[in-house]
């Protein structure tokens, strides 16, 4: 048997640890503000959803994944997980693992870890098929409402829409805001 001196030091290491592993997790929350259900989809994590108007996903993404994207897919049919989307569908599949088929309105990420800084973007570089503002909670609001919107990536070397905030920041993005 353990002494309890052992026991209670163990149990401290290993509540030290979670904590500082939810510490490092950025929570997306992800709203449908349009007047019809979109199915958002998240890639590397998060797969994929229906949000009726006015519900939120929330998504925990681990600190250090990069080329993270978000997009909402409109014109969906489901059946038992297997479908189509008429925008941003990825392969039939409700719970995306692949990103989508443009046109597609993308927010890109790539979160630091350690508190590292993270950076964030939007794209309708693949076209555009919703409105959506994402934002980070250290950093600018990105809003981009038609296809030559100012605050996305237009074409491929547009870099000076890259944005950066403090690491472990939260996010959020809007359908239709």
Same mark, same amino acid.
């Given at each position: 048997? $353990?002494?309890?001196?052992?026991? +209670? %030091? $163990?149990?401290?290491? @290993?509540?030290?640890?979670?904590? $500082?592993?939810?510490a490092n997790a950025a929570t997306f929350t992800i709203t449908n503000r349009c007047s019809f259900t979109v199915w958002p989809a998240a890639t590397p994590v998060g797969g994929g959803v229906q949000l009726n108007p006015g519900q939120t996903w929330t998504v925990n993404v681990p600190a250090? %994944?990069?080329?993270?994207? @978000?997009?909402? *897919?409109?014109?969906c049919n489901f059946n038992g997980? *297997?479908? +189509?989307? $008429?925008t941003g569908d990825c392969g039939g599949a409700l719970s995306c693992s692949l990103s989508g088929r443009p046109p597609m309105t993308l927010a890109e990420f790539t979160l630091g870890g350690g508190g590292k800084q993270d950076f964030y973007?939007? +794209? @309708?570089?693949?076209g555009f098929n919703l409105a959506m503002s994402f934002k980070c909670s250290s950093g @600018?609001?990105?809003t981009c409402r038609d296809s030559r919107c100012p605050?996305?990536?237009?074409f491929p070397s547009d870099n000076s829409k890259v944005h950066s905030c403090n690491g472990n920041s939260n996010y959020e993005v809007v359908f239709c805001p």
């Open positions: 048997m $353990a002494s309890p001196a052992i026991s +209670s %030091t $163990a149990i401290a290491v @290993v509540a030290v640890v979670l904590l $500082a592993g939810a250090g %994944t990069s080329s993270g994207r @978000v997009w909402g *897919r409109t014109g997980g *297997r479908g +189509s989307c $008429a973007n939007l +794209s @309708v570089i693949d @600018v609001g990105l605050d996305a990536f237009l």
